[in-house]
């Protein structure tokens, strides 16, 4: 049987690689210095965050894939962050592995607005 982490780790796989447009429900929050960037900064963003797999002891100390951090050229460190909510968005969910009852938001962030 998988472990819990590991089915984390795999549905926030497949959530950021699909940015929420996919099976796992949830949605992608992008901080104002984020959105102020030039679009086609965003796109490069956007593109490491989906194709990020670097994913260490040191950075995924549960093994869960929830937490990422990209350097981009001409704009410096980048967060990306999944947290786990009930549907109502009111407070976390006690199961993140149910997603009946699991709604993903990842946010994306300068590290500088951290």
């Given at each position: 049987?998988?472990?819990?982490?590991a089915l984390?780790?795999q549905?926030?796989?497949t959530?950021r690689?699909?940015?929420g447009m996919g099976?796992?429900p949830g949605n992608?929050?992008?901080?104002?210095g984020?959105?102020?960037?030039?679009?086609?900064q965003?796109e490069?963003v956007i593109?490491?965050?989906?194709?990020?797999?670097d994913?260490?002891?040191?950075?995924?100390p549960?093994?869960?894939?929830?937490?990422g951090?990209v350097?981009?050229e001409g704009?410096?460190g980048v967060?990306?962050?999944?947290?786990y909510?009930?549907?109502?968005?009111?407070?976390?969910?006690?199961d993140p592995?149910?997603l009946?009852?699991t709604?993903?938001?990842?946010?994306i962030?300068l590290?500088?607005?951290?």
């Amino acid at each position: 049987m998988e472990s819990k982490s590991a089915l984390i780790a795999q549905q926030n796989d497949t959530f950021r690689r699909t940015l929420g447009m996919g099976d796992i429900p949830g949605n992608v929050v992008m901080t104002t210095g984020i959105a102020a960037l030039p679009q086609e900064q965003q796109e490069v963003v956007i593109g490491k965050v989906i194709g990020f797999d670097d994913f260490t002891n040191d950075n995924d100390p549960y093994g869960e894939h929830d937490f990422g951090c990209v350097d981009i050229e001409g704009v410096g460190g980048v967060y990306f962050k999944s947290d786990y909510y009930e549907p109502n968005l009111e407070r976390g969910s006690e199961d993140p592995t149910d997603l009946t009852k699991t709604v993903r938001v990842m946010t994306i962030m300068l590290t500088s607005e951290y």
